[in-house]
């Protein structure tokens, strides 16, 4: 607690005071007192503002980590300069935090145009005096624009904390910026719109603990017009063919989108520092265009700079236009006008692509192949300029990373404008920009969601798979993006771990089979298709061994198993978690991204390498033996998880094969260091050319030279209903019948139905984590059909109440469904035992035990992986595994009412406890609750006993005998005889059974019917 202090006015000598810090922060006095209007107060921390997050209006903290949030509390003191509570705060920020108030999002956004700026009452902790800048320096943001405080424009200034004790600081609105190196959610127009204001935000200082107090945030002075008024360009680089006319139109924007309230005059002339000569490459042009006082809002006039002709090849060459403007806020940056790269092999549409991708690499300067070699977060530009300055690859949306608005025609147009940054570049060569679409277009509102990939191995349905990776490629792609990091080729082998919903399943020959994927999303393995508007890049990810991190052995943040160590042995490496790379790398795949996880072959006496580091396993198995020819990006930020100091994880990293990093807010540094190291001769030139080489080669292929920005011709198909039938199928096909007593699935139309359980009418628990945000989050985050909607259109006649917590009477109905399971996560934060376990919530428990209790009850569950429910399940009379189906709720109902059958089957063992995990199989003890392919079906049930097995497996043998083992009809072989074991088994499921049962699925995938059928058989003799 700081000392107490007499409690102020303000007195002559605090005026002066303030008068002094203003101006030190504007260079000018403030405006007299008597001329300014009555302050508007902000907010006075009297408890009139309620500490509450989105979308309630009120105050949030905010951090990179828990404890980087501040703790805030409201205080009474004597020395309050403004009523008698002051905000008080306690700090201690790791890599960036500090608190927020934004206003209610269902109220009308604040209208500050009529004050020239901000001031509040900050209490200083200092106890000498300081020169002015020397203190700790604190950042203030206003929000502007967008639909509320969380889709806002962020426009920031700061102040230094050189004071003892409280002082004044007032910041005209003129002082802020508009923040270039981050928006939450992209920038809206970079206008700064008082009228359309959302809140403001304090950032604290790191380096060690600290305390603030702050107190009366209010509005004050006359507003300056010349702040309400900017002039726009367009957009910065205006590219142009040789010969041909740069038109660079300009525009005056206000505030409010009035009218201008003064004359603004643009002076330009074309100036020094290009790379284009005068005279010879282009006419210099000078003049000015005037906007008079009253002209409309948005009214555009135009500047023309004629180019010449020389008729030689030549890269591109840039012409500033520069302007002065008065009467208005000046472009962040001049217009360059430039004169596009012509005439050079590597532009020649009809040289095969390696002569293209050889001829450009020998022109590159070591600067613009490190710059190929770096991709970097959009949000953490420093500047926008920084694309063409460094060069850079590729850019990449995170999860949660989207434009504003977040549609499909922003995602297009957010692109393009970086893409049209790379005009100024020598070689105009174009960023390939990357997202993570794991189940869909999943960071763009209304596009079509998928099952997450268990779900999709749970359908077993090849042909399926490739379908779900085709719409997935046709949304991505018209929206801008080339390159999709997806898909995931785990083998889950522990569903403790967090990203389990990843993975297609526990077994490699699974994973493997669903890799048609692959090519729905890229088209031919020769990549030949990738050029077209309707395919993407495909990156098989993590390379290799994440779904085997053993449960305890991570060691980044409260993670206990992402990001850990696998231990395997040479035979179990090979089998299990190379084996869909190999797949991977015959299907075509574009690019491979290493796991942040490390990889222990037991016997090799080297310990756990960090996979970023294993040049064994990148460049001696993934590009010699396997003989892969696309490019290896790096994780977000992964290579820093290297031992040892930042150049040494560069060289590291890069001498280990990776050929593109993703240093989402380090591209400058990362781009310093390459260079530094290759300079000393720590990295060969051969392997930068090998790399830049690989990263081009897909440039070309993906048509990215000829056709740099959006193709937006598909952009109507996204979320469409063709697209959502594709993704409906899915989720039908996903759904695994665990359970089904008494056949009270599927429900008749007639019946009345009484409906609960938490992620019953949830979108987004339905969906999961890697939805709209990183994490996803639960309620309607986007468009689609929850499972109590999809049951009310599948039945619309029919009684069904719905009861959340099933507080509602149960009394009169037919049968009750509860569906339950798990709230969103991703990666490392949905870790058990990271404020996870597998277990369902004590409310979901409540809900089962009432409904199932009163009626005959089906129990869903939604989640990413199995939920323990073995002491629940005798008084459940159907279980159905649910999966994360996505938007298409509607694919639930399919199969609940009977349109299409129950036929998915686990892709993963279903245990009894936790303590039985990892269990997967193959495992020499195996005694799970329910197998791994296991699954119900509500088609016509099939009879028979052994003497039918026997009749299948000689049908097999003739199969197999004709090379046919690993055909369509030995699949439906296998699947009667599955059909006939299942049916003696029932729920009476023991070790015996268990084993024989699930290794049977697994040997139908890797292509022997006749193994498969002969392992069911022993499955149903150990029946009894």
């Not at 993570?436 to 763009?444: E, L, R, T």
């Given at each position: ?7 102020r006015?303000?007195s002559a ?18 405006n ?36 980087s949030?501040?703790r805030l ?8 300069p403004e009523?008698?509570k002051?905000?008080e ?16 999002f269902?109220?009308p ?11 509040l009452w ?5 106890t ?18 967008g ?5 806002s ?31 939450p ?18 950032t604290?200082?790191?380096?060690g603990p ?11 002075g ?21 010969g ?16 201008t ?37 948005g ?17 591109a ?9 008065e ?7 001049d ?21 293209r ?32 300055g460094?060069g850079l ?12 608005p977040?549609?499909p025609?922003?995602?297009?147009a ?21 997202v ?9 509102i209304?596009?079509?969601?998928m ?14 798979a490739?379908?779900?990776?085709a ?25 403790r ?10 077994d ?6 669903m ?10 393995r ?15 990810k ?9 449960f305890?052995s ?12 696998t231990?395997?042995s ?5 089998a ?14 574009g ?29 001696g198995v ?16 992964a ?31 990362f781009?310093r ?8 001769g720590?990295i ?6 090998d790399?830049?080489a ?23 198909s ?5 697209h ?12 695994v019948l ?14 009345k139905?009484?409906?609960?359980g ?7 628990n ?38 959340k ?16 399971g798990?709230?969103?996560y991703?990666?490392?934060?949905g870790?058990v035992g ?26 869903l ?8 429910i ?20 509607d ?18 063992t ?9 269990v ?15 699954g119900?079906t ?5 009879s ?13 043998e003739?199969?197999r ?25 029932g ?26 059928i ?11």
């Open positions: 607690m700081p000392p107490v202090r007499p409690r006015t303000l000598a605090v005026v002066a005071a303030t008068a002094v810090l203003t101006g030190l922060l504007t260079g000018g006095p403030p007299a007192a008597a001329q300014e209007p009555v302050p508007r107060v902000v907010d006075r921390f009297e408890g009139e503002v309620p500490f509450a997050g989105p979308p309630a209006e009120g105050l949030f903290t905010w951090g990179d980590a828990t404890g949030h501040p509390e409201l205080t009474e003191r004597a020395d309050a009523g008698g002051v905000l705060g306690r700090y201690d920020i790791g890599g960036w935090g500090g608190f927020t108030h934004d206003f209610a269902d109220r956004a604040h209208d500050w145009t009529a004050y020239k700026g901000i001031r900050w209490y200083g902790q200092n000498a005096p300081l020169p002015p800048g020397s203190g700790r320096r604190i950042a203030l943001e206003i929000k502007d624009g639909a509320n405080g969380e889709a424009e962020l426009w920031t200034t700061s102040f230094t904390d050189d004071w003892e004790g409280w002082h004044l600081v007032e910041i005209p609105f003129s002082a802020f910026v508009y923040r270039t190196d981050y928006q959610v992209g920038g809206i127009d970079q206008v700064l719109g008082l009228d359309r204001m959302w809140g403001y935000a304090v604290l200082p790191t380096g600290g305390a603030f107090a702050l107190d009366g945030v209010e509005l004050y006359t507003a300056e017009p010349a702040l309400t008024t900017r002039v726009v360009t367009k957009s910065v680089v205006h590219p142009v063919e040789e041909g006319s740069a038109r660079v139109d300009v525009s005056v924007a206000t505030t409010g989108s009035g009218p309230g003064e004359p603004v005059t643009v002076t330009y002339g074309t100036g020094d520092g290009g790379s284009a000569e005068p005279g010879k490459d282009y006419r210099p042009v000078t003049g000015s265009v005037v906007f008079p006082a009253g002209t409309p809002s009214t555009t006039r135009s500047i023309t700079v004629p180019t010449m002709r020389d008729g030689a090849a030549e890269s060459e840039t012409v500033p236009l520069r302007l002065t403007v009467g208005a806020k000046a472009p962040a940056e217009p360059l006008v430039v004169v596009n790269a012509h005439g050079l092999p590597y532009l020649d549409t009809r040289l095969p692509v390696r002569r991708v050889a001829d450009l690499v020998s022109r590159m300067s070591l600067a613009e192949k490190a710059g190929q070699m770096t991709q970097a977060e959009r949000n953490a530009l420093k500047a926008p300029g920084d694309i063409a460094y690859g590729s850019l990449l949306s995170g999860g949660g990373s989207v434009p504003t977040n549609t025609e922003a995602w297009a957010m692109v393009d404008a970086y893409q049209l940054r790379t005009r100024a570049t020598r070689f105009q060569i174009p960023l390939i920009y990357g993570d679409a794991v189940h869909g277009h999943n960071n763009v209304g596009a079509t969601i099952p997450h990939n268990i779900g999709i191995g749970a359908g077993r349905d090849p042909e399926l490739a379908r779900t990776g719409v997935t490629a046709k949304e991505v792609r018209a929206t801008g993006v080339p390159w999709d990091f997806a898909p995931c080729v785990c083998v889950t082998r522990d569903e771990w967090g990203r389990s919903y990843e993975a297609f399943g526990e490699p020959a699974l994973v493997t089979a890799e048609t994927v692959i090519n729905g999303m890229q088209g031919a020769n990549g030949k298709d990738l050029d077209r508007n309707d395919k993407v890049l495909t990156s098989a993590h390379f290799v061994g994440d779904g085997g991190t053993a305890g991570s060691t980044t943040g409260s993670y206990t198993t992402d990001q850990g160590v231990r395997v040479r035979a179990e490496l090979e299990v978690h190379l084996a869909p790379f190999a797949e991977a790398v015959k299907r075509g795949t690019t491979v991204m290493p796991s942040y996880s490390s990889l222990d072959v037991l016997g090799d006496d080297r310990g756990p390498v960090k996979m970023h580091a294993n040049a064994e396993m990148i460049n993934l590009k010699d033996r396997m003989g892969f020819e696309g490019f290896v990006i790096s994780d977000w930020q290579i820093d998880q290297i031992p040892g100091d930042y150049p040494g994880d560069v060289r590291t990293s890069v001498n280990a094969g990776l050929d593109m990093i993703m240093v989402p807010t380090n591209y400058q540094e781009i260091t390459l260079t530094a190291e290759v300079e000393a720590r060969s030139t051969a392997r930068i050319d790399a830049v690989r990263v081009l080669t897909q440039k070309f292929r993906l048509g990215l030279f000829e056709k740099p920005y959006a193709d937006t011709t598909h952009l109507p996204i979320g469409s209903p063709a959502r039938a594709v993704a409906r199928e899915a989720v039908a096909k996903s759904q665990l359970k089904n007593e008494g056949a009270v699935l599927p429900l008749k139309p007639t019946q139905v009484y409906v609960a938490s992620n019953a009418d949830d979108l987004g339905q969906a999961g984590g890697w939805t709209i945000s990183w994490q996803g989050a639960s309620g309607r985050t986007t468009t689609g059909t929850t499972i109590l909607e999809g049951m009310r259109k599948a039945a619309p006649d029919a009684d069904i109440a719905w009861s917590d099933a507080s509602a009477p149960t009394d009169g109905y037919d049968i009750g469904v509860v569906v339950v798990e709230t969103p991703a990666e490392g934060f870790d990271n404020g996870h376990d597998l277990e369902l919530s004590p409310a979901d428990k409540a809900a089962v035990d009432k409904v199932c209790a009163a009626m005959p009850c089906a129990v569950v939604v989640s990413g992986r199995p939920q323990l073995g002491d629940r399940l005798p008084a459940v009379d159907a279980l159905v595994a649910s999966w994360l189906p996505g938007t298409e709720g694919g639930v109902a399919d199969v609940l009412y009977g349109t299409r059958p129950f036929t998915g089957r686990l892709p993963v279903w245990p009894r406890s936790e303590a039985q995990l990892p997967n199989v193959g495992d020499s003890s195996y005694d799970p609750q329910f197998p791994y392919g296991w119900l509500t088609l016509t049930a099939r028979g006993g052994e003497p039918a097995l026997r009749a299948v497996r000689a049908a097999a003739v199969l005998a004709a090379g046919r083992g690993g055909s369509a009809e030995g699949r439906r072989l296998v699947e009667t005889a599955r059909l006939i074991v299942q049916d003696k088994i729920q009476d499921i023991t070790e015996a059974v268990a084993k024989p049962f699930a290794e049977a699925d697994h040997l139908l995938l890797t292509g022997d019917p006749v193994g498969a002969g392992r069911l058989t022993e499955a149903y003799r150990a029946a009894g």
